[in-house]
Protein backbone atom coordinates (compact mmCIF):
# COMPACT_ATOMS: atom_id res chain seq x y z
CA UNK A 1 0.00 0.00 0.00
CA UNK A 2 2.81 2.09 0.90
CA UNK A 3 4.68 1.56 -2.46
CA UNK A 4 1.58 2.20 -4.15
CA UNK A 5 0.92 5.57 -2.95
CA UNK A 6 4.20 6.44 -3.48
CA UNK A 7 3.83 5.28 -6.85
CA UNK A 8 0.70 7.82 -7.32
CA UNK A 9 2.65 10.73 -5.36
CA UNK A 10 5.54 10.55 -8.47
CA UNK A 11 2.99 10.39 -10.66
CA UNK A 12 1.39 13.37 -9.82
CA UNK A 13 4.48 15.59 -9.33
CA UNK A 14 5.60 14.38 -12.88
CA UNK A 15 1.84 15.64 -13.90
CA UNK A 16 2.61 18.99 -12.76
CA UNK A 17 6.03 19.54 -14.01
CA UNK A 18 4.41 18.72 -17.15
CA UNK A 19 2.14 20.99 -16.82
CA UNK A 20 4.70 24.01 -15.86
CA UNK A 21 6.85 22.82 -18.99
CA UNK A 22 3.94 22.92 -21.53
CA UNK A 23 2.53 26.61 -20.08
CA UNK A 24 6.01 27.81 -20.01
CA UNK A 25 6.45 26.77 -24.01
CA UNK A 26 3.01 28.41 -24.28
CA UNK A 27 4.41 31.51 -23.16
CA UNK A 28 7.33 31.40 -25.12
CA UNK A 29 5.59 30.75 -28.70
CA UNK A 30 3.08 34.23 -27.55
CA UNK A 31 6.71 36.29 -27.14
CA UNK A 32 7.93 35.26 -30.44
CA UNK A 33 4.54 35.82 -32.52
CA UNK A 34 4.03 39.15 -30.79
CA UNK A 35 7.47 39.49 -31.85
CA UNK A 36 7.11 38.90 -34.92
CA UNK A 37 4.08 41.09 -35.27
CA UNK A 38 5.84 44.14 -33.72
CA UNK A 39 8.44 43.87 -36.70
CA UNK A 40 5.92 43.64 -39.47
CA UNK A 41 4.45 46.16 -37.97
CA UNK A 42 8.25 48.37 -38.00
CA UNK A 43 8.61 47.58 -41.67
CA UNK A 44 4.93 48.69 -43.14
CA UNK A 45 4.69 52.37 -44.03
CA UNK A 46 2.05 53.86 -42.12
CA UNK A 47 -0.14 56.04 -43.81
CA UNK A 48 -0.97 59.61 -43.46
CA UNK A 49 -4.92 60.92 -42.37
CA UNK A 50 -4.66 62.62 -46.65
CA UNK A 51 -3.66 59.08 -47.77
CA UNK A 52 -6.48 56.93 -46.10
CA UNK A 53 -7.71 54.06 -48.35
CA UNK A 54 -11.26 54.74 -49.92
CA UNK A 55 -14.17 52.58 -48.59
CA UNK A 56 -16.03 52.62 -51.36
CA UNK A 57 -15.42 53.46 -55.66
CA UNK A 58 -16.99 56.64 -55.90
CA UNK A 59 -14.75 57.82 -52.56
CA UNK A 60 -12.38 58.48 -55.00
CA UNK A 61 -14.42 60.70 -57.27
CA UNK A 62 -14.50 64.92 -56.46
CA UNK A 63 -17.51 65.45 -54.13
CA UNK A 64 -19.58 67.55 -56.63
CA UNK A 65 -18.96 63.72 -58.91
CA UNK A 66 -19.42 61.58 -56.45
CA UNK A 67 -23.13 62.82 -55.80
CA UNK A 68 -24.23 62.56 -59.32
CA UNK A 69 -26.75 60.15 -60.41
CA UNK A 70 -25.74 58.14 -63.74
CA UNK A 71 -28.38 60.26 -66.35
CA UNK A 72 -30.30 57.56 -67.94
CA UNK A 73 -30.23 56.65 -71.69
CA UNK A 74 -33.66 59.20 -73.29
CA UNK A 75 -36.69 57.04 -73.40
CA UNK A 76 -37.70 55.84 -77.19
CA UNK A 77 -40.31 57.81 -78.99
CA UNK A 78 -44.04 56.76 -79.32
CA UNK A 79 -44.52 54.83 -82.25
CA UNK A 80 -47.07 57.27 -83.13
CA UNK A 81 -44.43 59.84 -83.91
CA UNK A 82 -42.92 57.47 -85.82
CA UNK A 83 -45.86 57.05 -88.21
CA UNK A 84 -47.27 59.43 -90.85
CA UNK A 85 -46.82 63.30 -89.59
CA UNK A 86 -50.05 65.22 -89.44
CA UNK A 87 -50.45 68.47 -88.40
CA UNK A 88 -51.43 67.62 -84.50
CA UNK A 89 -49.49 65.46 -82.70
CA UNK A 90 -52.26 63.36 -81.25
CA UNK A 91 -53.59 63.03 -84.74
CA UNK A 92 -52.40 59.95 -86.10
CA UNK A 93 -53.38 58.36 -90.02
CA UNK A 94 -53.20 54.88 -90.68
CA UNK A 95 -55.22 52.12 -93.04
CA UNK A 96 -57.52 55.65 -94.02
CA UNK A 97 -58.60 56.14 -90.32
CA UNK A 98 -57.80 59.22 -88.42
CA UNK A 99 -57.19 58.13 -84.92
CA UNK A 100 -57.58 60.77 -82.57
CA UNK A 101 -55.46 59.64 -79.51
CA UNK A 102 -57.41 60.01 -76.60
CA UNK A 103 -57.87 58.86 -72.68
CA UNK A 104 -61.48 56.82 -72.22
CA UNK A 105 -63.96 57.87 -69.77
CA UNK A 106 -65.63 54.85 -70.19
CA UNK A 107 -64.60 50.84 -70.35
CA UNK A 108 -64.33 50.04 -74.06
CA UNK A 109 -63.24 47.20 -75.42
CA UNK A 110 -60.51 47.35 -78.72
CA UNK A 111 -61.87 46.75 -81.86
CA UNK A 112 -58.65 45.24 -83.25
CA UNK A 113 -57.30 42.75 -80.32
CA UNK A 114 -60.80 42.44 -78.67
CA UNK A 115 -58.95 43.41 -75.24
CA UNK A 116 -60.46 45.87 -72.61
CA UNK A 117 -59.06 49.03 -72.88
CA UNK A 118 -59.18 50.62 -68.78
CA UNK A 119 -60.60 53.84 -68.78
CA UNK A 120 -58.56 56.65 -67.62
CA UNK A 121 -55.51 55.17 -67.17
CA UNK A 122 -54.39 53.80 -71.17
CA UNK A 123 -54.72 55.93 -74.03
CA UNK A 124 -56.13 54.66 -77.17
CA UNK A 125 -57.31 55.51 -80.50
CA UNK A 126 -60.71 56.78 -81.85
CA UNK A 127 -61.22 57.52 -85.74
CA UNK A 128 -63.01 60.62 -86.14
CA UNK A 129 -64.66 59.55 -89.41
CA UNK A 130 -65.80 56.02 -88.80
CA UNK A 131 -65.40 55.74 -84.55
CA UNK A 132 -63.19 52.25 -84.99
CA UNK A 133 -61.90 52.09 -81.95
CA UNK A 134 -58.42 50.81 -80.30
CA UNK A 135 -55.55 50.68 -78.17
CA UNK A 136 -52.84 53.00 -78.88
CA UNK A 137 -50.30 50.12 -79.05
CA UNK A 138 -52.62 48.33 -81.62
CA UNK A 139 -53.28 51.44 -84.42
CA UNK A 140 -49.89 50.13 -86.14
CA UNK A 141 -50.89 46.49 -86.34
CA UNK A 142 -54.18 47.00 -87.75
CA UNK A 143 -55.40 45.63 -91.12
CA UNK A 144 -58.85 47.19 -91.61
CA UNK A 145 -59.59 49.62 -93.60
CA UNK A 146 -61.64 52.78 -92.80
CA UNK A 147 -64.97 52.47 -95.12
CA UNK A 148 -66.07 56.58 -94.73
CA UNK A 149 -65.90 57.92 -97.97
CA UNK A 150 -64.03 61.58 -97.89
CA UNK A 151 -63.79 63.87 -100.40
CA UNK A 152 -60.49 65.20 -101.61
CA UNK A 153 -59.68 67.98 -98.40
CA UNK A 154 -60.46 64.93 -96.05
CA UNK A 155 -64.14 66.39 -95.11
CA UNK A 156 -66.40 63.42 -94.37
CA UNK A 157 -69.32 63.02 -97.49
CA UNK A 158 -72.74 62.06 -95.78
CA UNK A 159 -73.91 59.16 -97.71
CA UNK A 160 -77.57 59.40 -96.81
CA UNK A 161 -77.24 56.97 -93.18
CA UNK A 162 -78.73 57.96 -90.19
CA UNK A 163 -76.17 57.14 -88.37
CA UNK A 164 -73.23 59.52 -88.29
CA UNK A 165 -75.40 62.42 -89.74
CA UNK A 166 -75.66 65.62 -88.45
CA UNK A 167 -79.02 66.24 -86.48
CA UNK A 168 -79.93 69.24 -89.10
CA UNK A 169 -79.11 66.98 -92.34
CA UNK A 170 -81.74 64.15 -90.61
CA UNK A 171 -84.19 67.08 -90.04
CA UNK A 172 -84.08 68.72 -93.65
CA UNK A 173 -84.20 64.76 -94.70
CA UNK A 174 -87.23 63.85 -92.35
CA UNK A 175 -88.88 66.96 -91.93
CA UNK A 176 -89.68 66.38 -87.83
CA UNK A 177 -87.91 67.73 -85.21
CA UNK A 178 -86.45 64.45 -83.81
CA UNK A 179 -85.08 61.65 -85.73
CA UNK A 180 -88.09 59.19 -86.43
CA UNK A 181 -85.33 55.95 -85.26
CA UNK A 182 -84.78 58.14 -82.50
CA UNK A 183 -88.11 58.91 -81.01
CA UNK A 184 -89.48 55.19 -82.02
CA UNK A 185 -86.44 53.80 -79.98
CA UNK A 186 -87.76 56.51 -77.05
CA UNK A 187 -91.81 55.17 -77.13
CA UNK A 188 -90.47 51.40 -77.05
CA UNK A 189 -88.19 51.88 -74.14
CA UNK A 190 -90.91 54.13 -72.08
CA UNK A 191 -93.12 51.23 -73.05
CA UNK A 192 -91.94 48.19 -72.80
CA UNK A 193 -88.72 48.70 -70.76
CA UNK A 194 -90.27 49.42 -67.15
CA UNK A 195 -89.35 46.27 -65.77
CA UNK A 196 -86.43 46.27 -67.64
CA UNK A 197 -83.11 46.10 -65.18
CA UNK A 198 -80.48 48.67 -65.65
CA UNK A 199 -81.75 50.59 -68.52
CA UNK A 200 -78.64 52.07 -70.63
CA UNK A 201 -75.96 50.47 -68.19
CA UNK A 202 -72.87 49.84 -70.40
CA UNK A 203 -73.38 45.86 -70.42
CA UNK A 204 -72.02 44.02 -73.19
CA UNK A 205 -74.37 43.27 -76.10
CA UNK A 206 -73.96 41.39 -79.20
CA UNK A 207 -71.83 43.50 -81.34
CA UNK A 208 -72.52 41.38 -84.48
CA UNK A 209 -76.42 41.80 -83.71
CA UNK A 210 -75.89 45.59 -82.78
CA UNK A 211 -73.66 46.76 -86.15
CA UNK A 212 -76.51 44.02 -87.79
CA UNK A 213 -79.51 46.39 -86.49
CA UNK A 214 -77.42 49.51 -87.21
CA UNK A 215 -76.97 48.53 -91.11
CA UNK A 216 -81.18 48.10 -91.51
CA UNK A 217 -82.22 50.91 -89.53
CA UNK A 218 -79.67 52.99 -90.22
CA UNK A 219 -80.93 53.87 -94.01
CA UNK A 220 -82.25 57.26 -94.94
CA UNK A 221 -85.90 55.63 -95.88
CA UNK A 222 -85.89 52.19 -94.11
CA UNK A 223 -89.09 50.72 -92.06
CA UNK A 224 -88.45 51.38 -88.74
CA UNK A 225 -90.27 47.93 -87.19
CA UNK A 226 -88.56 48.28 -83.56
CA UNK A 227 -91.67 46.47 -81.80
CA UNK A 228 -90.26 43.31 -81.69
CA UNK A 229 -86.40 44.29 -80.82
CA UNK A 230 -85.65 43.67 -77.62
CA UNK A 231 -84.93 46.78 -74.93
CA UNK A 232 -80.99 46.45 -73.79
CA UNK A 233 -80.66 46.20 -77.78
CA UNK A 234 -82.73 49.64 -78.50
CA UNK A 235 -80.58 51.30 -75.66
CA UNK A 236 -77.52 50.43 -77.33
CA UNK A 237 -78.81 51.58 -80.63
CA UNK A 238 -79.40 54.94 -79.13
CA UNK A 239 -76.20 55.61 -77.19
CA UNK A 240 -74.96 54.35 -80.66
CA UNK A 241 -77.03 57.27 -82.27
CA UNK A 242 -75.39 60.07 -80.33
CA UNK A 243 -71.78 58.40 -79.99
CA UNK A 244 -71.72 58.97 -84.30
CA UNK A 245 -73.22 62.66 -84.03
CA UNK A 246 -69.96 64.63 -86.21
CA UNK A 247 -71.38 67.47 -83.62
CA UNK A 248 -72.66 66.11 -80.38
CA UNK A 249 -76.26 67.21 -78.83
CA UNK A 250 -73.80 70.46 -77.57
CA UNK A 251 -72.14 71.65 -80.18
CA UNK A 252 -68.19 71.89 -79.83
CA UNK A 253 -68.26 75.60 -79.93
CA UNK A 254 -70.65 75.82 -76.57
CA UNK A 255 -68.97 73.14 -74.41
CA UNK A 256 -67.09 75.93 -72.22
CA UNK A 257 -70.38 77.68 -71.72
CA UNK A 258 -72.00 74.72 -70.12
CA UNK A 259 -69.04 74.05 -67.98
CA UNK A 260 -68.94 77.45 -66.89
CA UNK A 261 -72.44 76.70 -65.85
CA UNK A 262 -71.55 74.18 -63.37
CA UNK A 263 -69.77 76.74 -61.20
CA UNK A 264 -72.94 77.35 -59.95
CA UNK A 265 -73.83 76.04 -56.64
CA UNK A 266 -77.28 76.54 -56.65
CA UNK A 267 -79.37 73.62 -58.21
CA UNK A 268 -81.82 75.98 -59.41
CA UNK A 269 -79.91 78.53 -60.35
CA UNK A 270 -77.18 76.27 -62.37
CA UNK A 271 -80.29 74.37 -64.50
CA UNK A 272 -81.30 77.85 -65.01
CA UNK A 273 -78.61 79.05 -66.94
CA UNK A 274 -77.98 75.91 -68.44
CA UNK A 275 -81.96 76.29 -69.51
CA UNK A 276 -80.94 79.43 -71.04
CA UNK A 277 -78.26 78.16 -73.07
CA UNK A 278 -80.61 75.34 -74.58
CA UNK A 279 -82.37 78.21 -75.94
CA UNK A 280 -79.70 79.78 -77.76
CA UNK A 281 -78.55 76.17 -79.32
CA UNK A 282 -79.64 75.41 -83.02
CA UNK A 283 -82.84 74.52 -83.63
CA UNK A 284 -82.53 70.69 -84.54
CA UNK A 285 -79.87 70.38 -81.13
CA UNK A 286 -83.19 71.94 -79.07
CA UNK A 287 -85.25 69.38 -80.33
CA UNK A 288 -82.68 66.72 -79.54
CA UNK A 289 -81.31 67.55 -76.10
CA UNK A 290 -85.59 68.72 -74.78
CA UNK A 291 -86.59 65.18 -76.65
CA UNK A 292 -83.47 63.37 -74.51
CA UNK A 293 -83.71 65.14 -71.29
CA UNK A 294 -87.59 64.53 -71.13
CA UNK A 295 -86.88 60.21 -72.29
CA UNK A 296 -84.20 60.14 -69.26
CA UNK A 297 -86.58 61.51 -67.02
CA UNK A 298 -89.14 59.01 -67.26
CA UNK A 299 -86.84 56.46 -67.53
CA UNK A 300 -85.75 57.37 -63.72
CA UNK A 301 -88.92 56.83 -62.36
CA UNK A 302 -89.06 53.12 -63.49
CA UNK A 303 -88.30 52.01 -59.99
CA UNK A 304 -88.17 48.31 -61.44
CA UNK A 305 -85.50 48.92 -63.63
CA UNK A 306 -83.06 50.65 -60.77
CA UNK A 307 -82.05 53.32 -63.59
CA UNK A 308 -81.41 56.56 -61.43
CA UNK A 309 -80.89 59.83 -62.73
CA UNK A 310 -76.98 59.48 -61.31
CA UNK A 311 -76.77 56.11 -63.36
CA UNK A 312 -78.41 57.95 -66.57
CA UNK A 313 -76.04 60.74 -66.01
CA UNK A 314 -73.11 58.75 -65.98
CA UNK A 315 -74.14 57.15 -69.41
CA UNK A 316 -75.13 60.14 -71.51
CA UNK A 317 -73.08 62.94 -70.15
CA UNK A 318 -70.04 62.13 -72.22
CA UNK A 319 -72.83 61.68 -75.19
CA UNK A 320 -74.54 65.29 -74.49
CA UNK A 321 -71.33 67.37 -73.63
CA UNK A 322 -68.79 65.76 -75.33
CA UNK A 323 -65.16 67.14 -74.82
CA UNK A 324 -63.59 68.83 -77.86
CA UNK A 325 -60.36 67.99 -79.56
CA UNK A 326 -58.55 71.63 -78.09
CA UNK A 327 -59.43 70.33 -74.20
CA UNK A 328 -56.39 68.58 -73.03
CA UNK A 329 -56.41 65.23 -71.58
CA UNK A 330 -55.62 66.75 -67.81
CA UNK A 331 -58.53 69.16 -67.75
CA UNK A 332 -61.06 66.91 -69.32
CA UNK A 333 -60.45 64.49 -65.95
CA UNK A 334 -61.70 67.37 -64.18
CA UNK A 335 -64.55 68.01 -66.28
CA UNK A 336 -65.91 64.42 -66.03
CA UNK A 337 -67.71 65.08 -62.33
CA UNK A 338 -68.64 68.50 -63.27
CA UNK A 339 -70.71 67.04 -66.67
CA UNK A 340 -72.11 64.21 -64.93
CA UNK A 341 -73.48 66.62 -62.09
CA UNK A 342 -74.88 69.15 -64.44
CA UNK A 343 -76.66 66.38 -66.56
CA UNK A 344 -78.41 64.67 -63.54
CA UNK A 345 -79.17 67.79 -62.34
CA UNK A 346 -81.04 68.68 -65.43
CA UNK A 347 -82.81 64.97 -65.76
CA UNK A 348 -84.32 65.92 -62.65
CA UNK A 349 -85.07 69.79 -62.44
CA UNK A 350 -86.31 70.46 -66.14
CA UNK A 351 -86.62 66.91 -68.11
CA UNK A 352 -89.98 66.85 -65.79
CA UNK A 353 -90.80 70.63 -66.71
CA UNK A 354 -93.88 70.70 -68.77
CA UNK A 355 -92.88 74.54 -69.69
CA UNK A 356 -89.81 72.76 -71.01
CA UNK A 357 -91.74 70.27 -72.86
CA UNK A 358 -93.78 72.51 -74.11
CA UNK A 359 -90.64 74.13 -75.49
CA UNK A 360 -90.16 71.54 -77.85
CA UNK A 361 -94.26 71.50 -79.43
CA UNK A 362 -93.67 75.69 -80.04
CA UNK A 363 -89.99 75.03 -82.07
CA UNK A 364 -92.35 72.88 -84.01
CA UNK A 365 -94.87 75.01 -84.22
CA UNK A 366 -92.75 78.12 -85.59
CA UNK A 367 -91.00 75.65 -87.88
CA UNK A 368 -94.25 74.76 -89.62
CA UNK A 369 -95.33 78.80 -89.88
CA UNK A 370 -92.19 79.55 -91.65
CA UNK A 371 -93.03 76.95 -93.78
Not at 89 to 94: A, D, F, G, M, P
Not at 310 to 327: C, D, E, G, M, N
Request: net charge neutral; charged share 25%.
Amino acid sequence: TAAAAATAAEAAAAAADDAEKAKQAAAEVKAIVAEQARAAKAVMPQATPDEKQPSSPLATLPVNQALVTPKRSPPKKRFYSQLVSTPSKNLVKCQGHAFRITVFNLPTTCEHCKEPVTPRLVEGGVCEACHYAVHQKCIINIQKQCKVSKDSSGNIIWEGTVFGASLSQLMSLNDEPVPPLLEKCFEQIENRGKKTIDLYKNIPLDQKRLKSLKKVLGEANAELDVGKTDIPMLCGIVKLFFRELPDPVVPYHMYRDFINATAVTDVLQQCKESRDLIEVLPTSHQFAIRRLLSHLAVVAEFTESKATPHSLAAVFAPLILSTPKTVKAAESLKHVKLRLRLIENLIVVIGKDPDFLSGLHALNDDDDDDD
